[in-house]
């Protein structure tokens, strides 16, 4: 097996979650009350559960691809850089809500 990393992100909402990325093709490979895991070709995201989740206040992560533009669909948009920089003054009129 190649060596691999394995996100694991906090969700306020499995439902909410894996409907978002369900939309970036992402399918459920594993979801009880205290794990999820969802899974697009060699691609693979866990999350636990975090309902008091402040998205402004917390990780952020980058998910690099060839056709980020097809992100657009599902409101994307500038939302990768303002995890970015959430914690940047100058930034704030990027910040939208998120699922997560």
Do not use: C
Not at 36 to 51: A, K, S
């Amino acid at each position: 097996m190649a060596d691999h990393v394995t996100p694991n992100l906090p969700s306020r909402d499995f439902d909410v979650t894996e409907a978002f990325y369900a939309k970036l093709g992402f399918a459920t490979s594993w979801k009880d009350r205290g794990w999820m895991i969802l899974q697009r070709g060699g691609l693979q995201l866990e999350f636990f559960p975090y309902p008091d989740l402040d998205p402004a206040t917390s990780i952020a992560w980058l998910l690099h691809g060839q056709k980020l533009d097809a992100w657009g669909f599902v409101g994307m948009g500038l939302i990768i850089a303002a995890f970015l920089l959430a914690r940047s003054p100058s930034w704030k009129s990027l910040r939208r809500p998120t699922p997560w």
